[in-house]
């Protein structure tokens, strides 16, 4: 009886090694379900389990993060973008009203489309207009969407 307990636990170890080392990633509806944006680098799961016992939590961080790298992430624009909001809910969003009212000008390829019960987000557009990336805002400052727009969309105009 030992020997199977001792050869059950093995398996089971090797499994939970193979499964940490490769991660399966969620998509981006999936990733939003759970409460992440899309926004966590993998570093910010790291530090969310020093915090946080609930291994689940974890994990689930870490099927939505995007590695830490300088050249991938951080280079990737988008033709364009939609800022989707309810129009009921925005009298929580000061700062995104801020930025629709007085900053959206400045970005053409960004629009803004009001959804029922929709949290305040970002849907990056590739060239064909198809919704590549979903970001959501909900405690952004107006500063924080400027300049994440500033990064990830490509210009059309001068601003």
């Known amino acids: 009886m030992g020997g199977a307990w001792i050869a059950t636990t093995i398996v089971v170890v090797v499994c939970l ?15 939003e379900n759970l409460g992440f944006t899309g926004l966590a680098l993998c570093s910010d799961c790291n530090s969310l389990a020093d915090y946080v016992k609930d291994q ?10 995007t590695e830490d790298s300088n050249d991938s992430m951080t280079k990737i624009t988008y ?7 309810c129009m009921r809910k925005l009298v929580f969003y000061p700062e995104i009203v801020g930025f629709i009212e007085e900053e959206k000008d400045q970005f053409p390829s960004v629009k803004v489309q009001y959804v029922f019960n929709s ?13 590549k990336e979903t970001v959501r805002i ?3 400052k107006r500063e924080h969407i400027l ?4 990064g990830k969309v490509k210009s059309t105009s001068a601003i």
């Open 56 to 65: 689940e939590l974890v994990s689930d961080c870490k099927k939505c993060c």
């Open 79 to 85: 033709s364009g973008a939609i800022l989707e909001v």
């Open 138 to 140: 909900d405690n952004w």
């Open 17 to 31: 090694v193979g499964a940490s080392s490769s991660v399966e990633q969620l998509s981006t509806r999936e990733c």
């Open 147 to 150: 300049q994440f727009l500033q």
């Open 119 to 131: 949290p305040p987000k970002l849907i990056m557009l590739d060239d064909a207009g198809e919704h």
